[in-house]
């Protein structure tokens, strides 16, 4: 079983930046694609990014692209969200969890094995 923990998150002003990590223990997630999802109170989880299991190929959400990057280092077992020109509609809270399919899905009925998630609030 796969045990995922979040961390990076904070209080940043608008405009700043923060780096995600998701660390994986228990098994490799080399073979897995990886996703982040982010929520806030009374909402439903949210895609945000995700990454296939080689690094090669991403996909993101609209309201993040050109904003965030995704990547992963396997042999640390870690994947990272950058988040730049962070907005206060950015604040949540951000979860990582492993993709059932090696294709990328932005939906979070795809996924397991979610992290604690990490908060992420940005001021304005």
């Known amino acids: 079983q796969v045990q995922l923990v979040e961390s990076g998150g904070g209080l940043v002003q608008a405009g700043g930046s923060l780096r995600l990590s998701c660390a994986a223990s228990g098994r490799t997630v080399s073979s897995y694609a990886m996703g982040w999802f982010r929520q806030t109170p009374g909402k439903e989880r949210e895609f945000v990014a995700t990454?296939?299991?080689?690094?090669?190929?991403?996909y993101y959400a609209d309201s993040v692209k050109g904003r965030f990057t995704i990547s992963r280092d396997n042999a640390k077992n870690t994947v990272y969200l950058q988040m730049n020109s962070l907005k206060p509609e950015d604040t949540a809270v951000y979860y990582c969890a492993t993709g059932r399919l090696p294709s990328l899905d932005d939906r979070a009925s795809r996924y397991d094995n979610w992290g604690q998630g990490t908060q992420v609030t940005v001021s304005s």
């Open positions: 990454i296939s299991w080689s690094g090669a190929n991403t």
